[in-house]
């Protein structure tokens, strides 16, 4: 079985210029009981790209319930516009708190320079 659900983002519309932690686009915040997807393996599937080698796009999954970070990627440079870029594509393993909580797509910026993007999906399987 596998399950997904879109996060949000966008290839076509960039995240706000701030070099601080942006929701993504669109955002589609998800909410997981951790009871109800025990045994899955969880992975955060994103794209990111900078219209600038000279900046870079962290994506991140926030557990916006907690206010913490839930999974963290690679800092990505790459300005491909297909994604083939280094780390421009990442699946990233999930690790759920214990409880009910909500989660959201977000990307960091280092500079707010140059135009960032990210999008993605939570993929469940068993």
Not at 42 to 51: M, N, Q, S
Not at 104 to 119: E, K, M
């Amino acid at each position: 079985m596998i399950w997904t659900h879109y996060l949000g983002g966008s290839r076509h519309v960039a995240l706000p210029r701030a070099a601080t932690s942006q929701d993504a686009v669109n955002h589609v915040d998800v909410e997981i009981d951790s009871a109800l997807v025990a045994g899955l393996t969880a992975i955060l599937v994103v794209e990111v790209r900078t219209l600038d080698g000279g900046v870079t796009i962290t994506p991140k999954l926030r557990n916006i319930t907690d206010a913490n970070n839930t999974a963290l990627g690679a800092a990505a440079t790459g300005t491909d516009a297909d994604y083939s870029g280094t780390n421009q594509q990442q699946e990233i393993v999930v690790t759920f708190a214990s409880g009910v909580k909500k989660y959201r797509l977000q990307g960091t910026p280092s500079a707010d320079t140059h135009d960032t993007f990210v999008i993605g999906y939570l993929r469940l399987e068993d």
